[in-house]
């Protein structure tokens, strides 16, 4: 069955470095998200993107933040100049329609 | 004020009973979707079931089931039969269609199931 899969699944990144979360999701999918949960918290919605643009994004995704799909395949998410806080999984997630989102296992990031 | 209540933070079940995990919801729009999700100890995000506003019958997914209930804005989510491996958190979630692209997700329930 097609999953949607992320690199890598732990990133450790010094605060102030940029790091680029990558993303493959479901070959026929449309829509495309990102989204965070800090350790023990609930899942939070960061970014939406549809053909080929941003559709929506929460207050979360600042100027720090920036998505791309560069080749067709992969879905990525650049955090640029990470701060401590923003250690967290980071989950990407597709959908062929605007019901279900599936999951990818997730990245954890770790800012020391 | 919270779009998805989990009132359930934890619960400790006995295998082979069957479970009911509480969620409420709160809209004004006539078109939405629930989900719920399961987070493993692992860490990934596993979609379980879905159910639209628009939907008739309450969905069900093998051992799983939502029981929907609209006029109360409830999507309760009933495991038959639990098994050890269904230990994990779950997490009620909505989409409002017209509205935007986002899940947005409960606090969550972390279920023990005790052999």
């Known amino acids: 069955e097609p999953e949607v899969t992320q690199t890598p699944s732990h990133q450790v990144t010094q605060m102030g470095q940029e790091v680029i979360l990558r993303c493959v999701p479901i070959?026929?999918?449309?829509?495309f998200y990102w989204y965070r949960q800090i350790l023990g918290q609930k899942v939070e919605f960061l970014v939406s993107?549809?053909?080929?643009?941003?559709?929506?994004k929460s207050e979360i995704f600042d100027d720090q933040f920036s998505v791309e799909r560069p080749d067709g395949s992969n879905f990525t998410l650049k955090i640029r100049s990470t701060k401590l806080e923003d250690s967290a999984m980071y989950f990407c997630?597709?959908?062929?329609?605007?019901?279900?989102?599936?999951f990818g296992p997730g990245t954890r990031l770790t800012v020391l | 004020a919270q779009k998805i209540t989990q009132t359930q933070p934890g619960m400790f079940v006995q295998e082979k009973e069957a479970v009911t995990l509480d969620c409420t919801y709160d809209?004004?729009?006539?078109?939405?979707?629930l989900f719920w999700y399961k987070q493993p100890s692992s860490g990934e995000m596993i979609f379980l079931i879905y159910?639209?506003?628009?939907?008739?019958q309450n969905a069900t997914e093998g051992r799983y089931s939502l029981n929907f209930q609209k006029a109360r804005k409830s999507a309760n989510l009933v495991i038959s039969a639990s098994q050890l491996g269904d230990s994990a958190m779950y997490f009620c979630?909505?989409?409002?269609?017209?509205?935007?692209?986002?899940?947005?997700f409960g606090k969550g329930t972390r279920l023990h199931i005790l052999p």
């Open positions: 997630a597709s959908s062929p329609r605007h019901n279900e989102q599936f």
């Open positions: 070959s026929n999918h449309l829509y």
């Open positions: 993107f549809y053909n080929n643009e941003i559709s929506e």
């Open positions: 809209t004004s729009d006539q078109s939405y979707g």
């Open positions: 159910q639209g506003s628009y939907d008739e």
């Open positions: 979630a909505m989409r409002e269609v017209q509205r935007d692209d986002k899940i947005i």
